[in-house]
């Protein structure tokens, strides 16, 4: 689920050679958003359908996306995913990533067969990657997705807000939009700009399908989360597009996805990374 490295000019997002394929020096400022909750309007959010008041502040849809799911939204996520990477001379590499997400600020990775002991171990605002099951790299750069596609719904509003002050969406800014024919919030930037850091909510599912992101001094990120699947209470987009100056760098497509499978703690400890029971290695669990 979205690993970054070094410049796409290097082959993009993270790659098995960490040597080779440095990650990106992302940005990991925790503090909390000038803006506050205090004094902004409420969007109120239905069980479904749109919100019964539009929201003001890109708080009040965060706040909404958090009101709809609170207490339905996974605690684990597992799937199997393909990575597609676009070199710049047009031509594609294609490997598996293992991926296990735990509520609300987890993601392990595993690149290759887990066996191997390749991965990253992300949070919010850390990473740690692993060659042959041992630590080869710790930094204070967290994955911005985490805080959109679990942390959101499942842990209180302020967390989310501090955690995604990094990457320095402005939310006094919303605006309205469509995307993939649907209507959107776009949080974060005046409809129809496509440099400042935002966030794309459909307005009426209230989970994100567009993301652009500045990871670095070059032009940012747009990314892109299409083909949403409804697994139990809970929403998983099944393949990830990932733009930059309008050309594809990165797609993932993901398979065998389930929810709420118990999940040991000790997958997530990088002391333990290569002998803690593997979801992938496990029976089958059915799916949701």
Not at 79 to 84: K, R
Not at 222 to 247: C, E, F, P, T
């Amino acid at each position: 689920m979205r690993a970054w490295h070094g410049d796409p000019s290097q082959g993009i997002l993270f790659c098995n050679n960490f040597t080779r394929y440095p990650m990106l020096r992302l940005n990991a400022l925790a503090g909390l958003l000038a803006l506050t909750t205090a004094g902004t309007s409420c969007a109120v959010a239905p069980p479904g359908g749109s919100l019964a008041t539009a929201p003001q502040t890109g708080v009040d849809v965060l706040r909404a996306m958090h009101d709809r799911y609170a207490g339905k939204w996974f605690k684990t996520l597992t799937f199997q995913q393909a990575t597609t990477v676009t070199r710049p001379d047009g031509t594609k590499n294609v490997t598996t990533w293992y991926e296990a997400v735990r509520s609300p600020r987890l993601l392990r990775i595993d690149i290759g067969e887990p066996s191997a002991g390749n991965g990253v171990l992300y949070t919010p605002d850390s990473v740690i990657a692993l060659r042959a099951g041992k630590v080869v790299r710790a930094r204070a750069e967290g994955n911005p997705f985490l805080p959109f596609v679990v942390g959101v719904y499942t842990q209180p509003l302020d967390t989310t807000i501090a955690q995604l002050a990094a990457w320095k969406f402005d939310l006094s800014k919303v605006s309205r939009a469509s995307f993939e024919g649907r209507p959107v919030y776009i949080v974060g930037a005046d409809s129809g700009s496509d440099t400042t850091p935002q966030f794309w909510v459909d307005t009426d599912r209230l989970i994100l399908v567009r993301m652009i992101v500045p990871l670095g001094p070059a032009s940012p990120y747009d990314i892109r989360l299409l083909n949403y699947q409804k697994l139990g209470d809970s929403w998983v987009a099944m393949h990830i597009s990932m733009l930059r100056d309008g050309k594809e760098v990165q797609a993932e497509d993901y398979t065998s996805a389930r929810v709420d499978t118990p999940l040991s703690p000790d997958l997530f400890d990088p002391e333990k990374w290569t002998t803690a029971p593997h979801w992938h290695t496990a029976a089958p669990a059915s799916s949701q």
